[in-house]
């Protein structure tokens, strides 16, 4: 009898323990099953499922991508319709994966190489089939945000040919140095420790709000907090912020130097306490010939604070490289 008592045991252990290998794995796939806007939807490559948001003009005559940052989404560009559609531009805005409504990922589709080549193999899908024929073999104009600023990057080295130009707002290609972090965040007895963490405090919506006054330079309003707050409640966002925290990394951009790229420009919030200046002033000692435009006042999310100076430059950048 107490053999199987032990037996029992260790079998109802053993139910325990998948019991929470299950709860803390079933959410790093998560996938939110239908877009909550009329213009979403839902593309498909090597089982990952990534969701964006497209905008027709009535006379199109040019294309152009954006890409959000670290815990933004589609809703970080909410305003480029406003300013876009009315000069023919064709619309797209994407959520990276792991955040917005696509699908919540870790591992390497988190690397900002793969998801260069990710976006790259989008733009493909896009030209090939839905966009008007017209546009198919229009360069693209490519819009990066703080995180998504080093993706846009590396895109337009992988392929210059692609675009027409390349803006850069307030751009991260500097990662934190998380080497020592990380030996703490990868030990697998402390990750889910870590994910709860995450899910309980840095997504927590009194830490989001916080987050946003220091983002836009001013306290957020209900709707602000709510866009942000609403997609980063999807289960597997801690998993996906986890994974993507151990891949953090920092570009060479000396190693780029040499190679062929699009037209660059920088603009930037003059107030901006998240990625500073100086990350733009470095970035002109290796291509010297990206001019910086500053926008007074603003700080990390100029597109979302200032829309009518950050839209116009964009309108300003692409109008004078059709030019030429």
Not at 73 to 81: D, K, M, Q, V
Not at 92 to 98: E, M, Q, R, T, Y
Request: glycine fraction near 8%; aromatic fraction near 14%.
């Amino acid at each position: 009898m107490q053999g199987e008592a032990i037996a029992g045991r260790h079998v109802l252990k053993g139910v325990l323990w998948i019991s929470v290998i299950l709860v803390l794995f079933s959410t790093s796939w998560g996938l939110c099953r239908e877009s909550p806007f009329a213009n979403g939807h839902f593309w498909e490559k090597d089982g990952l499922f990534l969701h964006y948001r497209m905008w027709f003009p009535e006379h199109p005559r040019r294309k152009i991508l954006f890409i959000h940052g670290l815990g933004g989404s589609t809703f970080s560009w909410r305003y480029a319709p406003d300013f876009l559609l009315q000069e023919g531009y064709c619309i797209v805005a994407v959520d990276l994966p792991g955040f917005g409504y696509s699908q919540r990922a870790t591992g390497r589709f988190l690397r900002a190489e793969v998801q260069a080549r990710l976006l790259l193999d989008f733009l493909e899908f896009l030209d090939q089939t839905l966009l008007p024929e017209g546009l198919s073999h229009v360069p693209w104009c490519l819009v990066g945000h703080s995180m998504g600023g080093k993706i846009a990057f590396l895109m337009s080295f992988k392929e210059p040919e692609r675009f027409l130009g390349v803006l850069f707002v307030d751009a991260a290609f500097r990662g934190p140095s998380l080497r020592f972090f990380r030996v703490f965040t990868t030990f697998p007895p402390l990750r889910g420790c870590w994910v709860t963490f995450i899910r309980n405090v840095f997504l927590a919506p009194s830490r989001i709000r916080r987050f946003l006054a220091r983002a836009y330079g001013r306290k957020p309003s209900a709707s602000e907090v709510e866009g942000y707050l609403t997609p980063l409640r999807l289960p597997g966002t801690a998993r996906s912020l986890l994974s993507l925290v151990n891949q953090a990394s920092s570009l060479r951009l000396a190693a780029f130097s040499e190679r062929p790229h699009p037209p660059f420009l920088l603009l930037w919030g003059e107030r901006d306490r998240f990625v500073p200046r100086w990350q733009a002033e470095k970035f002109r000692e290796v291509f010297p010939e990206t001019p910086l435009v500053v926008i007074p006042g603003a700080s990390h999310c100029p597109m979302e604070t200032h829309p009518e100076e950050c839209y116009s430059v964009v309108i300003e950048f692409y109008n004078a490289l059709a030019l030429r």
